[in-house]
């Protein structure tokens, strides 16, 4: 299988308050961090997958290509992270991204978010019957100047930035893959998941 050429970025910078401890360092499978499992899964579907963080060093015990938060650094919200992708991968029109917090986003999803790829748009958002994913899936650069936009203003409603630009949704209806491990509680149903896969 031919990996998709579009540049993949990860989102690991979150504050992970209702989780108690950083998320993106959990355990997870085989991997001694989530961060890891996330992105060793994604290099085998992207040529290249990028860390978004606010910190790299959390991020040592493998080898990745770290985008670490140098504007914004003091907001934890993905709206700094995609500021600082964006002013990094200058050559890139379009990046597909994920929360780290999602580890059952798989080929298949992220296949019929390829699949619709298209320059009309500014976004390509996976949707549940709970709601949309804002990070899961694609943003255009055309987006970029709104997030600056935000970023400024202290405004980081992913939500409110997608009602006013030309999204198109990809209807998924299990839940369960696009599970965020926001608590203690999601993290045990991750694992679950996990070893009934197995």
């Known amino acids: 299988m031919a990996l998709h050429t579009m ?17 993106a360092l959990l355990p997870f499978d085989d991997k001694e961090s989530l961060a890891r499992y ?28 770290v985008i670490e938060d140098e504007i914004g650094k003091e907001v934890y919200a993905p709206t700094a992270g995609f500021v600082n992708v964006f002013n990094r991968l200058r050559s890139e029109t379009m990046i597909f991204v994920l929360s780290v917090d999602t ?25 549940t019957p709970s709601g949309i994913h804002p990070l899961c899936g694609i943003y255009s650069r055309s987006l970029e100047e709104p997030l600056v936009k935000m970023l400024q203003e202290n405004d980081h409603k992913l939500g409110k930035l997608l ?20 608590t203690p509680e999601d993290y045990d149903k991750a694992l679950k998941i996990l070893q009934e896969e197995k």
């Open 163 to 182: 009602k006013n630009a030309k999204v198109y949704y990809i209807d998924i209806e299990d839940e369960d893959a696009l599970l965020n491990m926001n």
């Open 103 to 127: 580890p059952f986003v798989d080929n298949a999803i992220i296949d019929k978010c390829m699949a619709v790829r298209d320059d009309d748009y500014d976004a390509i958002i996976v949707r």
């Open 7 to 23: 540049a993949c970025v990860l989102f690991a910078g979150g504050k992970s308050s209702r989780m108690g401890k950083n998320k």
């Open 38 to 65: 996330q992105y060793e899964r994604l290099e085998k579907i992207f040529e290249r997958v990028y860390l978004s963080t606010k910190d790299a060093d959390l991020f040592d015990h493998f080898d990745a290509n």
